[in-house]
T-cell receptor, first 115, second 114 residues
Framework: DTAVSQTPKYLVTQMGNDKSIKCEQN?????MYWYKQDSKKFLKIMFS???????INETVPNRFSPKSPDKAHLNLHINSLELGDSAVYFC??????????????FGSGTRLTVV | AQSVTQLGSHVSVSEGALVLLRCNYS??????LFWYVQYPNQGLQLLLK??????LVKGINGFEAEFKKSETSFHLTKPSAHMSDAAEYFC????????????FGTGTRLQVTL
């Protein structure tokens, strides 16, 4: 069983479209994250949720809207896709309050290409 | 603000040689530190982490790292490189509390040559 699973693995779409990426974790963690990895491999946090509550929103454009239906799921919806949104998006999870002890577990990533 | 600096975006070693990947951090509170590895077209895999127990941390695949507070460093080492170690390596630091997150360095690409 994959601990943190993301779908789809690859996503190719045209500018202006709306797309969603789904993430599920079966580790029993209560905190989930979205990270963006750009073309230079730099990883930056976008959002975090703890028990369905938005905790971190790191100056991400409003076109990005995360949704957490329950603590095991965190989805990312992107409206009006732009070329600059092309990146690899990683979902991750951990457990409050001892995030470091529980570890941050990452999914395998979703490679989004906007053409 | 917390930050992580990885010196050397590319490191090349011969197979069998020592691997040393450098990581320095900046934190106003005692940090928790991590090393992750990313193989081509794959996700991030945890190599090891420092959580204020032993300063010398052993991880998977023969890697280890030593936390040195006086030098604000957490360098990653492996005595003998293998071709399969070729990958991107990320040092990261996390804060505690509800708004916990990992702050990553810019990564070091390790190349292993014959």
């Amino acid at each position: 069983d994959t601990a943190v699973s993301q779908t789809p693995k690859y996503l190719v779409t045209q500018m202006g479209n709306d797309k969603s990426i789904k993430c599920e974790q079966n580790l029993g963690h209560d905190t989930m994250y979205w990270y963006k990895q750009d073309s230079k491999k730099f990883l930056k946090i976008m959002f975090s949720y703890n028990n369905k509550e938005l905790i971190i929103n790191e100056t991400v454009p409003n076109r990005f809207s995360p949704k957490s239906p329950d603590k095991a799921h965190l989805n990312l919806h992107i409206n009006s896709l732009e070329l600059g949104d092309s990146a690899v998006y990683f979902c991750a999870s951990s457990s409050f309050p001892d995030h470091a002890l529980s570890g941050y577990t990452f999914g395998s990533g979703t490679r989004l290409t906007v053409v | 603000a917390q930050s992580v600096t990885q010196l050397g975006s590319h490191v090349s070693v011969s197979e069998g040689a020592l691997v040393l990947l450098r990581c320095n951090y900046s934190s106003s509170v005692p940090p928790y530190l991590f090393w992750y590895v990313q193989y081509p077209n794959q996700g991030l895999q945890l190599l090891l982490k420092y959580t204020s127990a032993a300063t010398l941390v052993k991880g998977i695949n023969g890697f280890e790292a030593e936390f040195k507070k006086s030098e604000t460093s957490f360098h990653l080492t492996k005595p003998s490189a293998h071709m399969s170690d070729a990958a991107e390596y990320f040092c990261a630091l996390c804060n505690t509390g509800t708004a916990s997150k990992l702050t990553f360095g810019t990564g070091t690409r390790l190349q292993v040559t014959l």
